[in-house]
């Protein structure tokens, strides 16, 4: 308890405040970033927001799914937690290491239109058996044509643009064996396209990482909307997977390493300019990766042409020599 007061022209320090005003009905007002920020402030403070009740808070009301037990019970402190799962991955290097051991993984997934959540649920996936670690590795969320989710906004020739602008996905990615937590979904939509078929809407919600083998793979929460000319828009799918540059989707092995690194990897303030250009990034050495790919096979259609021509000629040659 700080008893000591100053005199600042009448007003009292905030240091003659009681501890347990200021974390009531003070430090439990703020956002993550600001109470971070604040606990920079003294030592005082620094006591003070790190209690585990304001970040559980914290953590709750930015992403709800956070308070279902499955996620509650994985989490040892939230402070850390706020810290693994808020900004997004930024592009680093790691060296391939072993294969992770963890039992599973937990997705905590939060979908808002604006301010409004419309959609949360956790998911545990196990990741020891021989099918997840030889198949290609994809999270699903809603069932096809089974579940949907209802968004305020209507189902329009405009409404590509306003989903990719109102709505935001938080898909966190927990290893409750580590005690760690990445947040695999961008602030923002990255890219949106309308199905030429079905008309529905796709948002992608992507973070480019660091393979470990010198190239770059996504990680991707995809949005598919839809609904009737009019009508409310509807989420009608939601997944997760990771991509390489061929857009194959990885392995579950492949995949369980590189999101493994990710949590222990550097991170960056959630920013969707960054976001957004990293992923444009990605889609350009993608481009060039398959232009390479297309320039080899047409080398090796010149050679394999070339090849049947000569035996052809030679065949022929000694045919005529008879």
Known sequence: MCSTTTDHGGATSIAAIHPDIIQSNILNRLDGPA???????????????????????ICNSTWPSTAHPTVRHAISDHRSFYSDAFPSVTLHGHRRGRRPQTQ??????DVYCDDRLIYSRVKETETLS???????????LLEPKEEVVAAPLKF???CMELA????TVSWILIDPHKKRAVNIASAAAVEA????????????YATVVDSGDGELVQCAAVVTCGGKEGGELQVREMSMQVEDMEGKILTGSDSLRILDAAMDGRRLKSQV????EAFEMFLRM?????????????????????????????????????
């Open 156 to 158: 329009d020739g405009a």
């Open 104 to 109: 599973g993984l937990i997705s905590a997934v």
């Open 35 to 57: 109470l971070a920020s604040t606990s920079c402030a003294s030592a005082q403070f620094l006591s003070l927001c790190s209690d585990d009740l304001l970040w559980r808070q």
């Open 193 to 204: 396209r309308r199905h030429w078929l079905t008309e529905d809407i796709q948002l992608r």
């Open 164 to 167: 990719k602008e109102r709505l």
């Open 286 to 322: 993608k481009m060039q990766a398959r232009e390479r790919k297309q320039s080899r096979e047409r080398r090796l259609d010149m050679v394999c042409i070339a090849a049947g021509v000569a035996i052809f000629v030679a065949i022929w040659a000694f045919v005529l020599s008879r």
């Open 130 to 140: 021989g099918w997840f670690q030889s198949s290609p590795f994809r999270i699903d």
């Open 273 to 276: 300019k960054t976001q957004r």
